[in-house]
């Protein structure tokens, strides 16, 4: 089992036809995902092919839907096109939308996370500014590397891409059911939250990896849901012990001001919720061993 992504995914990938879409779409299909379209207006009609492997590109989501019963849409869409993009995807009510892209508006980003609740969150968003996610051995939604892990029972959600990939590699012997890349920006679709709950009630992952960063409040309400609501072991990790005060780390949302924010506060709220959380990654992959076994 995995979550939000499996192998009958059927994905579509926005702005496949993009020099970052096309790298990646290949990417993807060397990983096995079910790729069935791209969406670009402008090349509604044509194919592409990937080595050997024939994508059609469809001029919107609803007709690459409705033609391909498509469920999952990757976004590389360039900044100032990507509010339009989800949008669009919300309005064609597709189940996953997947934004890759970086530095979009905070403004964008909170007006299309606010249009989703209004039509009532059928569409779920990962992201933006995430490497999306990968069920390892079923499907790759995104940019995370397909070889460095194999299927496995730890489940991993993180704000940060590369410390996902080192996460992975570091227990790759062990290998994960699902990691989810939620994205560091100031306004993000799925949060920690909604990750920890689906591990939680998927039977085929046996621990949670949970890596946050400084800024905001969304590892302390992780913990508070952890305490009330997760039974199963968590570890986790927090970046940014020796950032500065008052200075952007790395991603618009990882700023702190004054105490909030920290991260010694972070870690002080996840361990009185039962998380061990290690110092490093390389820490925190061993006490995810230790719990296991392995």
Known sequence: MAIFLTKDSKVIVQGMTGATGMKHTKLMLGDGTNIVGGVNPRKAGTTVDFDGTEVPVFGSVAEAMEKTGADVSVLFVPPAFAKAAVVEAIDAEIPLAVVITEGIAVHDSAAFWAYAGSKG?????????????????????????????????????????????QMMYELRDIGFSSAVGIGGDPVIGTTHIDALAAFEADPETDL?????????????????????????????????????????????????????????????????????VGKTPTETAKLAREILGA
């Open 121 to 165: 969150n059928k569409t779920r968003i990962i992201g933006p500014n995430c490497p999306g996610l990968i069920t390892p051995g079923q499907s790759n939604a995104g940019i995370i590397p397909g070889d460095i892990t194999k299927p496995g029972r730890i489940g991993l959600v993180s704000k940060s891409g590369t410390l996902t990939y």
């Open 208 to 276: 949670i990896v949970m890596i946050g960063e400084i800024g905001g409040d969304a590892e302390e309400r992780a913990a508070d849901f952890i305490a009330k609501n997760v039974t199963k072991p968590v570890v986790g990790y927090v970046a940014g012990f020796t950032a500065p005060e008052g200075k952007t780390m790395g991603h618009a949302g990882a700023i702190v001001s004054g105490s909030s924010g920290t991260a010694a506060a972070k870690k002080e709220a996840l361990e009185a919720a039962g998380v061990k």
